[in-house]
């Protein structure tokens, strides 16, 4: 029963981060198998959790310096990554399940339209470097989560 739960919060955290508009993401996966360590009450429970944990840790890093950098280096104002975010956010409430898809892209590209002076070929350019920073930060996320996700599977056959 515990077992089935934890493996349920764990689907659910990494369909969080595959599918940004559901709730849930890598730390939902790493209190999952904190549960479980404590449930298990041993100090295989324990290790399993920690090495999760590490590679949960790594990814929250990885996944906001990386793309980060990306963007930096593009030469991407912070401006512009935080109009994408407020018209993600305004999408998500004015277009159900697919307004964070339609209203980053457009913010960052209305936004970088504006700072090229009306350039559409550089506004896309830059929106295409946005999105595939963002394809990046969900990729170090999911690949944080699914390492968590099979130690926690090694640690049953340990226990």
Not at 31 to 45: M, V
Not at 61 to 76: C, F, H, Q
Not at 91 to 114: H, N
């Given at each position: 029963?515990?077992?089935g739960?934890?493996?349920?919060?764990?689907?659910?955290?990494?369909?969080?981060?595959?599918?940004?508009?559901?709730?849930?993401?890598?730390?939902?996966?790493?209190?999952?198998?904190?549960?479980?360590?404590?449930?298990?009450?041993?100090?295989?429970?324990?290790?399993?959790?920690?090495?999760?944990?590490?590679?949960?840790?790594?990814g929250?890093?990885?996944?906001?310096?990386?793309?980060?950098?990306?963007?930096?280096?593009?030469?991407?104002?912070?401006?512009?990554?935080?109009?994408?975010?407020?018209?993600?956010?305004?999408?998500?409430?004015?277009?159900?399940?697919?307004?964070?898809?339609v209203?980053?892209?457009?913010?960052?590209?209305?936004?970088?339209?504006?700072?090229?002076?009306?350039?559409?070929?550089?506004?896309?350019?830059?929106?295409?470097?946005?999105?595939?920073?963002?394809?990046?930060?969900?990729?170090?996320?999911?690949?944080?989560?699914?390492?968590?996700?099979?130690?926690?599977?090694?640690?049953?056959?340990?226990?």
């Amino acid at each position: 029963m515990v077992i089935g739960l934890v493996a349920l919060v764990i689907a659910f955290g990494i369909a969080g981060i595959i599918v940004p508009i559901l709730p849930g993401g890598a730390l939902l996966v790493a209190a999952a198998i904190l549960g479980w360590a404590i449930w298990l009450g041993e100090p295989t429970g324990w290790v399993i959790f920690g090495i999760s944990a590490a590679f949960i840790a790594i990814g929250l890093i990885t996944k906001y310096a990386v793309p980060g950098k990306r963007l930096k280096d593009s030469g991407m104002p912070l401006s512009t990554q935080i109009v994408g975010g407020i018209l993600a956010i305004v999408g998500f409430f004015v277009i159900p399940v697919v307004g964070v898809f339609v209203g980053f892209p457009l913010g960052v590209f209305l936004a970088e339209l504006r700072r090229h002076g009306g350039d559409a070929g550089e506004a896309w350019a830059s929106t295409w470097t946005a999105l595939k920073a963002i394809g990046l930060f969900i990729l170090i996320d999911a690949t944080a989560a699914t390492l968590a996700t099979i130690t926690w599977v090694v640690g049953l056959f340990l226990t």
